[in-house]
């Protein structure tokens, strides 16, 4: 039964997509007239691109979700039980998606603070963390096979271990995670819908080979990635399109809006789904980027409002581009990192005198300008490719240790 309501979910996403098709031509010249736009700053024009479509397919997402809530709960109709832990499952996740969709259009038209970016993705997790915490699902991990061994002579570990509340953080860490991660992986035309599309589909696929190895209907392991397909299925289908008008060169620029929407919609399927782990082997691009960002995010070197590439008219290529500051200005920590990245050949690092000061000019922290910092300019479109196909691979790689390594170090 349940595949039957994933081809009928399947089927919605589809009408979904051809509206959304619609409605972006539809809305293109709507969002020029009323000035909601960005302006592509890696063309010659500088054009004004509508900004943010992410918000017309983030809404026609909605409506294919709340027009399919019903179908699941068919079955149960005259049923004694029913099973409202998984209608709320289904409720609490859009209620946390919803939250993002708003903070993501709230930042597009204020320019939100980093305090409000973190605080309000983690406020809005609490539904969807109490409807885990009331459904009574579990909070146990297993202990890798090999640390078992290891420590069998001192002590005996368990299997499994209750990590309890901190398993409750570390999913609320994933979704302020997710939530900000894609957003600070952009700046170039495709980027954002891109890595989102190859994130949703591999999760879809994730997805699809457990519901097969769970082949049990009525397993609590099948309705947790059943469940995620039924949010994904639509999200894939509507990024899709979106990607389309967003690719190179970006005929709508998709805004924060999609940028939270996709990165909570992700990790609400995670949650909900019982893989918030493995997810995180999908997003190894955008945690690397995190981490090499948080010198520039936390203030430890100047962060300039936009980080995207360098375009340069005559050659028609993107390059790294630079923050400069001065070296006096740097802070310890600051100095520690740019010391060691430089010796490991992780950062351009150049230092000019200026008016008798020594300025410090380093790459801005992304993997976008660390990817040009080797390949050297690139068209932005090539450039797109390259991440693209790193994004591809990470996910490769993440299916191998999630089917693969995961069998060596753990009894699954
Ligand atoms: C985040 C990044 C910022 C990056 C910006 C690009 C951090 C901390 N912030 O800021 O470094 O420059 O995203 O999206 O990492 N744009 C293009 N071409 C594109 C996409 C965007 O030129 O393909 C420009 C447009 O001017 C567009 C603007 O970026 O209007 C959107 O920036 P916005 O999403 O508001 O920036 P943030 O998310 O705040
Ligand atoms: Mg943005």
Known sequence: ????????????????????????????????????????????????????????????????MFMFIPFPFLEWKGQSEFPYEKLLALLSGLISISTAILL???????????????????????????????????TTVIVPTIVRHLVQPIVLLPVTINISFIYYIFMGMVIVF?????????GINGLESGQSLVISASVCLFNFVQIFRFSAENSTGFWHHTISLYFLLPFTACT???????????????????CYWSGMTLAVVSILGHFSK???????????????????LFHLVPCPRHRLPKYDPKTDTVSMSIAEFKKTDLKRLGALFIAVCKSIGMLHVKEVEKDGEIYLQINNLTIINLVLKFAGPLHEKTLNDVLMSIQILCSLLAFFIRFYLASLFYDV
Not at 23 to 47: E, H, W
Not at 123 to 138: E, Q
Not at 178 to 186: H, M, P, Y
């Open 178 to 186: 997710c939530t900000n991660a894609i957003n600070i992986l952009a």
């Open 278 to 296: 493995t997810l995180m082997l999908f997003f190894v691009p955008q945690i690397i980027n995190f981490l090499y960002s948080i010198p520039q």
């Open 1 to 64: 039964m349940s595949l039957i309501f994933l081809a009928i979910n399947g089927g919605l996403s589809a009408v979904g997509a051809v509206i959304c098709y619609q409605l972006i031509l539809t809305y293109i010249p709507i969002f020029i007239a009323r000035k909601m736009y960005g302006n592509d700053q890696c063309k010659v024009s500088n054009a004004p691109v509508p900004e943010p479509m992410g918000v017309i397919c983030a809404a026609v997402y909605l409506i294919v």
């Open 240 to 258: 899709a399109i979106l990607f389309y008008f967003n690719k190179y060169p970006s005929r709508v620029f998709v805004g924060d809006t999609f």
């Open 104 to 138: 993501g259009f709230a930042d597009d038209m204020l320019d939100l603070k980093w305090r409000h970016k973190l605080l309000f993705p983690t406020l809005s997790s609490l539904p969807l963390l109490m409807v885990y915490y009331v459904s009574g699902n579990s």
